[in-house]
């Protein structure tokens, strides 16, 4: 049973794309009812760092997707509305609901019944996860630029708290804990010293170089196929959906800011 509708997304989607000559369409799937949207932010300065950020490979976590698109949104608009963080300096590419049909139906698999956060080891199993391993590949086949930072967008129904998990070489500088700093002003941090049975440290759960142990999922395909930093950042769904969007729009703008300064 449906308890949101795809369409809208689109719909919102169409129309940032509509307001804005440096937002495009970066890579697409048509397959209905479902077509999957990946959009690129160009800035005035093409040698600017690229991110990425994605949302919404588990249906049943839809502020990940809001958030996703609420920031297409920003991209788009000539006047911010009091945000003062300069997205626009930055080019984005952005995939803001990877698996329409659980999102439609706030359930975590595709209509095919698989988690898509698990097929990465061979992605062309299922059209979603082809669409994305497509158009991170495609990133690595151009000159420039390349991936700097991958966010990718989800929640947690089980958390009492916000936490992130960090992907990043043993020799890059942590930035997780200073977006745990910044979002503790806006929601509780999951302070559990174990989760997933990982190490947590106030937030924060680290993965160096080529752990394995979460399996295949975007997040290791980011960290061994594009060679980037990957931050993971889960909302606690017990939260009000505004909050948690907040919460992950702060760590976005606190990952970008962090993780750029220390790759200058």
């Not at 697409?28 to 932010?41: D, E, I, M, N, R």
């Not at 439609?104 to 956060?117: Q, S, V």
């Not at 930093?229 to 703008?253: F, G």
């Amino acid at each position: 049973m449906k308890v949101r509708e795809y369409a809208d997304v689109v719909h919102r989607i169409l129309c940032a794309l509509g307001k804005s000559e440096h937002l495009t369409v970066w890579h697409k799937t048509s397959s209905p009812p479902y077509p999957l949207y990946c959009l690129h932010y160009a800035a005035k300065d093409a040698d600017a760092a690229l991110i990425y950020v994605s949302a919404g490979i588990h249906g049943d976590e839809p502020a990940s997707v809001q958030c996703a698109v609420r920031l297409l949104e920003l991209l788009a608009a000539e006047q911010h509305n009091g945000v003062t963080f300069p997205f626009d300096q930055y080019n984005w590419i952005i995939s803001p609901c990877d698996n329409p049909y659980g999102f439609e139906r706030d359930i975590r698999e595709n209509a095919a019944g698989l988690d898509l956060n698990r097929m990465f080891e061979n992605p062309y199993r299922s059209t979603e996860t082809t669409f994305i391993a497509e158009l991170l590949l495609r990133t690595q086949e151009l000159n420039k630029p390349k991936v700097r930072l991958a966010l990718d967008l989800h929640e947690d129904r089980d958390s009492n708290g916000f936490y992130l998990w960090e992907r990043r070489a043993s020799t890059t500088l942590p930035v997780g804990n200073e977006v745990v700093q910044q979002v503790g002003q806006v929601c509780a941090i999951n302070q559990q010293p174990q989760i997933e049975k990982h190490r947590n440290e106030k937030g924060v759960i680290t993965l160096l170089d080529t752990v394995t142990t979460k399996g295949w999922t975007r997040g290791r395909f980011l960290a061994e196929q594009i060679q980037t930093r990957c931050l993971i950042l889960e909302t606690p769904t017990t939260l009000e959906l505004e909050t948690r969007i907040k919460a992950h729009m702060v760590a976005i703008q606190t990952a970008v800011k962090q993780a750029i300064k220390f790759q200058k």
